[in-house]
């Protein structure tokens, strides 16, 4: 009968091993054309704003005004890169939009938005595709993104 020795490893064996294979990983993904998914998905969020948010509220008779202004954001692996905060103005509603980046745990990124003093967290679930984070902790969830739901902070 043949008996197996159970290999120890030391500690830093353990990290040498862990750090190979995250070192492994980078080299896996393209970075570049995650960043220009990130844009995207950005740029579709704000048409989604567009002809949603600020189409409601044109056909409801409020004025709107809406503006882009350009901000650099630095990520590891990725590197410095410019995208754009957004912001609208209309009657009831003042929201705006500022990329935090694609980099976070569990999604593809990030945007915070502020809206009539709430700030609210969007996440990119997949490509193209937005939630809204809804409570903290264990009482978290994720909403879609659509009129319905903005509505919750608009009081």
């Keep these: 009968m043949e008996t197996?020795?159970?290999?120890?490893?030391?500690?830093?064996?353990?990290?040498?091993?862990?750090?190979?294979?995250?070192?492994?990983?980078?080299?896996?993904?393209?970075?570049?054309?995650?960043?220009?998914?990130?844009?995207?998905?950005?740029?579709?969020?704000?048409?989604?704003?567009?002809?949603?948010?600020?189409?409601?509220?044109?056909?409801?008779?409020?004025?709107?005004?809406?503006?882009?202004?350009?901000?650099?954001?630095?990520?590891?692996?990725?590197?410095?890169?410019?995208?754009?905060?957004?912001?609208?103005?209309?009657g009831p509603v003042s929201l705006k939009l500022f990329p935090a980046g694609t980099l976070i745990i569990g999604a593809f990124g990030k945007v915070n938005m502020q809206i009539n003093g709430n700030t609210v967290k969007l996440v990119l679930e997949d490509w193209g595709k937005w939630k809204i984070v809804d409570g903290i902790g264990s009482s978290m969830r994720l909403r879609d993104l659509s009129e319905e739901h903005l509505v919750k902070y608009l009081d």
């Design 4 to 90: 197996r020795k159970k290999t120890v490893k030391t500690f830093m064996e353990f990290l040498s091993e862990k750090k190979n294979t995250q070192d492994g990983n980078k080299d896996k993904v393209d970075w570049h054309e995650r960043k220009l998914k990130w844009l995207e998905s950005i740029d579709l969020l704000y048409r989604w704003f567009d002809d949603n948010v600020s189409k409601s509220l044109k056909e409801s008779g409020y004025d709107v005004k809406s503006s882009l202004e350009k901000i650099t954001l630095y990520e590891d692996y990725i590197g410095s890169y410019e995208t754009k905060n957004y912001f609208i103005e209309g």
